[in-house]
């Protein structure tokens, strides 16, 4: 605002009225007038609503125990193919369960096999030391005169011994690791077998439950549209 303007400004002029104004504002007063006669007379003739309950068909007795679900009704959604799916499904879990057996027992084999060798041959080995010991001992018993020919056999035979220990010690670890290897390679075989079994059931599982779920999706939307 410029400090020429005038603080305050000339009065307005009122507008004439004419007779239609006239008119219509009596027609509004009249209308008021009505309507709130109308909303006075709705309110003291007002009826108190019963609360009663009306049961509906849907409506079913509802107790505070929950009702027991049947094992036959978890599967109510599900078609033939869905059973065969979870019969195959089942079979693989059966073949799956073999397998792990098996693999345990094949474990313990191995283990009994290190087990052996490590104290078993220990201890045999121990008792030949033992007795090629007491049979190369040069002290005879008095009364008793050594020849050279004796000690000379003796000596072979301390010699032969040795060398038929070697060859048995070779001849068992060769067995000994012909017998560990073969049963890592069932483990092996056994192992994928396991993992293939698992993953084909699995997804027979997978998709057999999805079908039923899509059924029971469809059913309560169609329940929920109906209502």
Request: charged fraction near 20%.
């Amino acid at each position: 605002m410029s400090y020429r303007q005038p603080l305050l400004q000339a009065p307005h002029k009122f507008p004439i009225a004419t007779a239609s104004d006239d008119a219509v504002n009596n027609g509004n007063k009249k209308q008021l007038v009505t309507n709130s006669f109308t909303n006075w007379r709705r309110y003291f003739s007002r009826k108190k609503d019963s609360n009663t309950y009306i049961k509906l068909d849907d409506d079913t007795k509802r107790s505070d125990k929950d009702e027991a679900v049947g094992v036959l009704r978890l599967f109510q959604f599900a078609d033939r193919l869905d059973f065969v799916l979870m019969l195959l499904a089942l079979c693989l879990m059966l073949l799956h369960t073999v397998c792990i057996l098996a693999s345990l027992v094949l474990f313990g084999r191995v283990t009994g096999l290190f087990a052996i060798q490590s104290f078993g041959d220990n201890c045999y080995d121990q008792r030949q030391n033992s007795t090629i010991a007491i049979k190369n001992n040069n002290t005879y018993p008095e009364g008793i005169e050594l020849n050279i020919f004796n000690n000379v056999s003796s000596h072979e035979m301390h010699h032969n011994s040795d060398a038929v220990l070697l060859s048995t010690l070779a001849t068992s670890m060769s067995s000994f690791r012909k017998k560990v290897m073969d049963i890592v390679y069932w483990l092996f075989i056994i192992g994928a077998v396991e993992f293939l079994l698992g993953s084909i059931e699995n997804f027979l599982w997978t998709i057999s439950t999805k079908r039923q779920i899509c059924r029971m999706s469809v059913s309560i939307f169609r329940s929920l549209v109906q209502r």
